[in-house]
């Protein structure tokens, strides 16, 4: 009696996670993506491309979010899944640093079975292999560095974007100047943390271009897409040529060219016990 009450639980949570990526709409995301760059790209008045840049940004960070809980949703037996969905915040950031920061044995498996199960026969497996392994380091990079910046902006809209041009330079003691970084947008957004027992609120500064979050936004969605077609192949369900991603970068030289970024934070003020 106990073993068929398991088997029917089991047979349950089996159509919970099927039907959980059946109606996933992780394409949705894509397309908020793409119509918010290519309203940016519209615009002409500095205050609303600035709104732009952060509705980006912010979205990239809820992409990546997102992205994340369900990778950490795939990887626990189905008895499990309900519950990992509901993840919170600090077990996430740590399930992040401690699996994606840099390579290891979790996320390649990650890579190889969800993300390139679709189409791991294809010829040039090697080389999006890389490109992918790369961009998850850096997009968990993100995620873990400018987590707080979500919360600025769901909580209270301590936070503020400009797109405009800027160049992070060191000058010698001889006066000379050499140009480190260069990014055309910016955010400063406001976070508190305990130091020494301490709450003390720091003032938080990032530069990016905003064309690579674009991209990695894209890439991300791409993620998930892929999350969501291997999960339905592995219920044995037929996937569509649509449900498939595929993510390339074409014009690698400009690619290059986006590279960088900064974040610089600094105590505004102490908080009284």
């Known amino acids: 009696m106990a073993n068929k009450a398991s088997t029917g639980l089991e047979d349950e949570l089996n159509k919970f996670k099927l039907s959980f990526y059946e109606n996933a709409d992780f394409d949705s995301l894509t397309k908020k993506t793409i119509s918010l760059y290519k309203r940016f790209e519209r615009l002409k008045d500095k205050k609303k491309q600035n709104s732009a840049v952060l509705d980006l940004y ?23 899944f309900p519950s990992a969905l509901f993840i919170n915040s600090a077990n996430l950031r740590k399930f992040i640093d401690d699996n994606f920061k840099s390579t290891t044995q979790f996320s390649t498996w990650f890579l190889l079975n969800p993300v390139f199960t679709p189409t791991k026969g294809d010829s040039d497996f090697k080389e999006r292999y890389s490109l992918y ?42 006066g000379q100047h ?9 955010i400063v957004y406001f976070s508190k943390e305990t130091v020494n027992g301490t709450p003390i609120v ?14 990695k936004c894209l890439f991300a969605c791409s993620l998930l897409n892929n999350i969501r077609a291997s999960t339905l192949l592995y219920y044995k369900k037929k996937l569509r040529g649509k449900n498939i991603s595929k993510f390339h970068i074409d014009d690698k030289e400009a690619w290059s060219k986006t590279f960088g970024g900064s974040h610089f934070k600094s105590s505004v003020f102490s908080l009284v016990k």
Do not use: C, M, P, W
């Not at 720091?202 to 991209?215: D, N």
């Open 202 to 215: 720091f003032e938080h500064s990032l530069s990016f271009k905003i064309g690579r979050i674009f991209v």
């Open 58 to 80: 912010t979205l990239y960070l809820q992409i990546t979010e997102i992205l994340f809980i369900n990778s950490h949703a795939l990887s626990v037996s189905v008895n499990r």
């Open 178 to 186: 050499f140009k480190l970084n260069e990014s055309d947008s910016t």
């Open 133 to 174: 392994s790369n961009l998850l380091k850096e997009v968990a990079k993100d995620y873990l560095d400018d987590f707080d910046l979500l919360n600025a902006y769901k909580h209270g809209y301590r936070i503020k974007a400009k797109h405009d041009q800027s160049i992070l330079s060191i000058v010698t003691d001889s």
